[in-house]
């Protein structure tokens, strides 16, 4: 299993929006120089996020994109589902194999993805940014 790259862009964006001040924005370009994404890549990923809600973005002179709410309401499954359409899923029971053990390893791979998807479903871009402030002031880093 392996997280998407366009999954990891769309939180890189998301979360450097979200470490803005409440009425700033921040344009494509400098988006992905600070998130070292593909700007063609990160364009796609832009309206994909602003069609599902999770930005906003504005044209012109002081123009760019902003997060559609606060970085608290906004969860990292959320921002993976918008781009990828569905959380982790580690096999499909219906699909499996019948053999003796089989139940046993549908169960615990079943479990362990309910345990990935409420993290992500728990943890909220605030809490990404927050993460990184802790270090900062602990003196990680330096």
Do not use: H, W
């Not at 906003?56 to 499954?77: C, F, T, W």
């Not at 219906?94 to 053990?101: A, H, L, M, N, Q």
């Amino acid at each position: 299993m392996q997280f998407s790259r366009k999954a990891d862009y769309a939180i890189r964006a998301v979360t450097l929006l979200g470490s803005l001040g409440p009425d700033r924005s921040m344009q494509a370009q400098e988006l992905a120089e600070a998130g070292k994404i593909p700007i063609k890549f990160l364009e796609q990923i832009l309206l994909v996020l602003k069609r599902a809600g999770i930005l906003r973005s504005k044209r012109g002179v002081g123009g760019g994109y902003r997060l559609n709410r606060e970085s608290r309401l906004i969860s990292v499954a959320e921002v993976i589902e918008a781009v990828d359409g569905e959380l982790v899923q580690l096999i499909d029971p219906e699909d499996y194999p019948r053999f003796d053990g089989a139940d046993g390893i549908s169960f615990c791979l079943t479990e362990a993805e309910n345990a990935i998807n409420d993290k992500l479903r728990d943890t909220s871009i605030e809490d990404l940014i927050r993460y990184d402030e802790g270090d900062r002031m602990a003196g990680a880093g330096i």
